[in-house]
């Protein structure tokens, strides 16, 4: 029987390593008291305090020996288990992350490395065999770099396209030394079809878990055996990549997985979140924190924009398999924070389908400069003027104090990050 692997020149074929920072969190508070990664018996918490103190990170030491992991609550962790709780530092981790993503950019071009969240990163080294030796070496470099320079220990999975990084490390990289798998198309019924779980692939989610649970589809290995277009009728064009990366065919390319600066000519704010945002009300407050911010260097330059575009980059992929999308509209010249918050919100209640997002970016465009007041024939010249006024104050002060001088209260909500990156992220101690 032909399988989608037999075409062997349809296949997409790079050298992609996807590279994780093992207990990233923990493993930073480990190395600033002077304690090795793995023997440190440390556990990040927020609300430290509290007994309903929620745990972000822990050692391996301590999930190995005592079950601490992500989401554990304070009361569970008595006092036999001497296990250290620490506040997390989030601008110590961004700063190291930032450190170590330089380390990275050195063996491979900027467009061919995507930062996939705060401890992960891809990066395709296709064009860097020459320079640095075979994708275990060039491994064993990165792995060496990092912990020399910064301490942190890195787990890497490689294989010919991101899918098959991805699953090599989260199931095969990050279980023991040297901390390196590498899976390919030839291993697949060996790798990928014994994956334990269904939700263990990536881009597999409790309910689409369910669903294929409903077709009588139960393993990674059924997964692929399935009739293709009874899958695509079920969960559209998902249904086809869910498909194919049972046989571990992605295409995703990341030189255009690349979280795009937004540099074309006008005014913009992008960011990549610190975990995934799958809440619409989160996401309304993260763009518009970053609308706000985009507004305020407007005024900062006297300037107007008629033009307010969104860009929203997925986790994995959403249900339409894209990778990410943009949007955008027209609207009246204007550098009102409200008028450009309102427009970013409504272009994502109208375009988002509810798939976890891992970026974010706002942008205006069509500048203009800006010779007098904006009157809007449907609000009060009065309170117009009024409003100008008040931004004018807000900026003020925040150009002397700081932006986290004034701050939204949605800023204090779950969703927010303004305050994060004007000093305290993520709501937790800088």
């Known amino acids: 029987m032909q399988t989608p692997l037999d075409n062997k020149q349809r296949l997409p074929v790079h050298d992609i ?23 440190a018996k440390i556990a990040v918490m927020s609300r430290e305090e509290s007994s309903g103190g929620l745990i972000l990170a822990a050692s391996p030491y301590s999930k190995q020996n005592y079950g601490v992991k992500l989401g554990s609550r304070r009361f569970e962790i008595n006092d036999q288990m001497d296990v250290e709780m620490v506040e997390p530092h989030m601008a110590d981790y961004v700063a190291l992350n930032y450190k170590i993503n330089l380390i990275y950019r050195q063996f491979t071009d900027d467009k061919d490395w995507y930062p996939y969240s705060i ?12 320079l640095f030796g075979t994708n275990k070496q060039i491994a064993k470099k990165i792995q060496d770099r990092v912990f020399h320079e910064t301490g942190i220990i890195t787990t890497i999975g490689a294989g010919q396209n991101p899918l098959l990084a991805k699953l090599a490390l989260d199931n095969a990289a990050k279980e023991k030394e040297p901390w390196f798998a590498e899976w390919g198309y030839d291993d697949v019924p060996n790798t990928i079809w014994k994956i334990p779980q269904l939700v263990d692939m990536w881009g597999i989610g409790s309910h689409t878990a369910t669903k294929l649970n409903n077709l009588g589809i139960y393993t990674v290995a059924e997964l692929a055996h399935a ?7 079920k969960f559209g064009i998902l249904g086809e990549q869910l498909y194919y990366h049972a046989w571990g065919i992605d295409y995703s390319d990341i030189e255009k997985k690349y979280l795009p600066s937004l540099t074309n000519k006008g005014y913009n704010n992008s960011q990549i979140l610190m975990r995934d945002y799958t809440k619409q009300s989160e996401l309304l407050t993260v763009l518009s924190e970053t609308a706000d911010q985009v507004a305020t260097r407007l005024r900062k330059n006297n300037v107007v924009a008629e033009i307010v575009s969104i860009f ?8 339409r398999g894209r990778t990410h999308f943009s949007a955008q509209m027209h609207i009246e010249a204007t550098n009102a924070t409200d ?10 209640k109208s375009k988002w389908d509810g798939s976890a997002v891992r970026s974010v970016g706002v942008s205006c465009s069509r500048i203009s400069k800006k010779h007098q ?8 010249p009065i309170q117009t ?17 700081g932006y986290s001088a004034l701050i939204r209260a949605s ?4 969703g927010g990050t303004a305050i994060e990156r004007a000093g305290l992220l993520g709501g937790h101690q800088a």
């Open 227 to 233: 009739d293709v277009k009874e899958l695509k009728k």
């Open 312 to 319: 929203i980059g997925m986790a994995t992929t959403d249900k």
């Open 119 to 130: 401890d992960e990163s891809f990066i395709d080294v296709s064009h860097s065999h020459n």
């Open 411 to 414: 800023s204090k909500t779950k």
């Open 373 to 380: 007041i904006q009157f809007n024939i449907f609000q009060d």
């Open 17 to 39: 390593m996807c590279i994780d920072c093992k207990s990233f969190f923990a493993s930073t508070e480990a190395i600033k008291r002077g304690l090795h990664p793995l023997a």
């Open 385 to 401: 003027i009024d409003h100008e006024k008040l931004e004018a104050i807000i900026d003020t002060i925040r150009h002397k104090y």
């Open 339 to 348: 008028e450009i918050a309102f427009a970013v919100r409504y272009l994502l």
